[in-house]
């Protein structure tokens, strides 16, 4: 897994490599790995590095600096530079070295200044510099800002570097002002932020490349852990040789109604391809034969069987009250339970316990941190997903696996792992069934061999990752819905 810090972390850890020796030589190691990784893609996108137009957004801070060396180093390979200076001050050093390698510095000035001609105009140069580059560096605020700053418009065509972290994303949560640069490539130093994982700060960074500055004996322990798909491989519970059907695991199964049937098809589908050795659904009698016909292997379960070794409750569920009370009998069991869509509105606060997973949605979790006592709106949730998804595992006193574009999975004691894979084609009706279909049947597995509350953090993060990994394949394939993505889980 990949080790993530906060800024507040980074800059700790920056403060305790710089005692003994100056900050220039961090600078070169960034300055190094910035144009190194800024040539990469130049010659990913168009085949080559000599000859290309970059032009860079420059800020007062060390992140500018960190860019006007790169700058220098690129310009000496054949690129033609452009400093576009963003405010009043830059990095003296920085500044010299490259315009000693023969950079071109345009002043900018804020755009529509009041009662400033020469603002606007030098605004104007900036923008013309801007849209004559093939590729353009944002080093305007480096980890330690905080806040927004005025940024000229570029054409969606040229390709975005962020040095560090995109200009304006919060380095420790991921919240960002509307107007940040999306980046193609982020070029991180000394370690992951946290902010680049979660929240705005994923979907604004593009891929990110993290360079060695030598940080690492200060870091101290991770804030988060990010999931990669050999983690996702190696933690995916799989049955022993010697199994049969009822130690390879049973699942229980509470999903769907008269309103929603095809809720209870697609969980039990997902949760069938994912390797249980045995499912038994409780549904209503005019879902049980559809659920019979789509997962012929199921077994029809008319009350809440104690024969059971995990359960996962709630996908299209609705306000059925008989599928309501099978939902609560299956939470207070003690035994490890998924617990998802109307179910979560069962619970309250300290009724959980650290066999259960809940598996919210940002407005979910809004409502569940309210029911607990706390003010917020979900824009709040959404600004700090990390944040507001250890409070509910605090509050609940269960493993969260809060959804989203990056999925944030926690407990109350034990580590925080983000599976940041999914895309938009997870983004149908019926998905998330899925999802607790997948996740089901892994606690189940996984009961027979002694699960923690770790292993079910770790779970919880790989079934997402699984559930991203189908949805990718099935939008390849041109199947972009929630009954393909459940058929295809078990293919890999």
């Known amino acids: 897994m990949i080790n993530a810090y906060t800024g507040t972390q980074i800059r700790a850890a920056e403060a305790g490599l710089l005692q003994g020796q100056d900050g220039a030589s961090l600078m070169r190691r960034a300055a190094h790995g910035l144009a190194h990784h800024t040539m990469n893609l130049l010659r990913e996108s168009f085949g080559g590095v000599y000859g290309a137009r970059i032009a860079a957004l420059i800020g007062s801070g060390n992140n500018g600096g960190d860019a006007l060396f790169a700058m220098a180093r ?13 405010a009043p001050k830059v990095h003296v050093e920085g500044l010299a070295a490259f315009k000693r390698a023969g950079g071109k510095v345009v002043e900018a000035g804020r755009e529509g200044a009041a009662g400033s001609r020469g603002r606007n105009r030098r605004w104007h140069r900036a923008t013309e510099a801007l849209n004559g580059a093939d590729l353009v ?11 927004s700053v005025s940024m000229p418009t570029i054409p969606d065509d040229i390709l975005v570097v962020a040095c560090d972290l995109p200009s304006g994303v919060n380095a420790d949560t991921g919240s960002a002002p509307d107007a ?6 982020t070029v991180t130093f000394g370690a992951m932020k946290t902010g680049l994982t979660v929240g705005a700060g994923h979907l604004l960074s593009g891929r990110v490349e993290v360079v060695d500055i030598g940080l690492s004996p200060y870091l101290g322990e991770p804030d988060l852990f990010v999931m990669e798909d050999s983690d996702a491989h190696r933690l995916f519970p799989r049955p022993a040789r010697s199994a049969q059907k009822y130690s390879r695991g049973v699942l229980g199964l509470v999903a769907g109604s008269d309103e929603y049937p095809g809720a209870a098809v697609l969980s039990a589908t997902a949760a069938v391809n994912t390797g249980v050795g045995m499912l038994r659904t409780v549904t209503t ?5 559809l659920v019979s016909q789509a ?8 009350s809440v069987d104690p024969h059971v070794q995990a359960w996962a409750v709630g996908p299209g569920i609705g306000e059925d009250a008989d599928q309501l009370a099978a939902t609560r009998t299956a939470i207070s069991s003690g035994l490890p339970c998924v617990v998802d869509a109307s179910a979560l509105a069962e619970l309250s606060q300290g009724q959980g316990h650290s066999k259960l997973v809940l598996t919210p949605h940002a407005g979910e979790l809004t409502e569940l941190l309210q029911r607990a006592g706390m003010r917020l709106d979900r824009e709040a949730v959404e600004k700090n997903p990390v944040r507001w998804a250890r409070w ?7 493993v969260v696996l809060l959804k989203g574009p990056a999925t944030v999975c926690v407990a109350p004691d034990g580590p925080t792992i983000v599976s940041n894979n999914g895309g938009p084609e997870l983004a149908t009706a019926g998905s998330g069934d899925v999802l607790t279909g997948i996740l089901g049947a892994m606690l189940a597995v996984d009961s027979q061999h002694g699960s923690s509350t770790r292993s079910r953090v770790e779970l919880a993060a790989t079934s997402a990752h699984v559930h991203a990994e189908a949805g990718r394949r099935i939008a390849v394939e041109g199947q972009p819905h929630a009954q393909a993505l459940a058929r295809s889980i078990s293919r890999g």
């Open 180 to 185: 940040v640069l999306q980046a193609d490539l």
């Open 392 to 398: 509910a595992a605090v509050a609940y006193s269960s």
């Open 295 to 302: 997962v012929p292997e199921a077994v029809a379960a008319h």
């Open 74 to 86: 690129l310009a000496s390979r054949g690129v033609a530079c452009t400093a576009v200076v963003m």
């Open 285 to 289: 009698e005019t879902v049980r034969p």
């Open 137 to 147: 560096i944002d080093a305007v605020l480096g980890t330690g800002a905080r806040g």
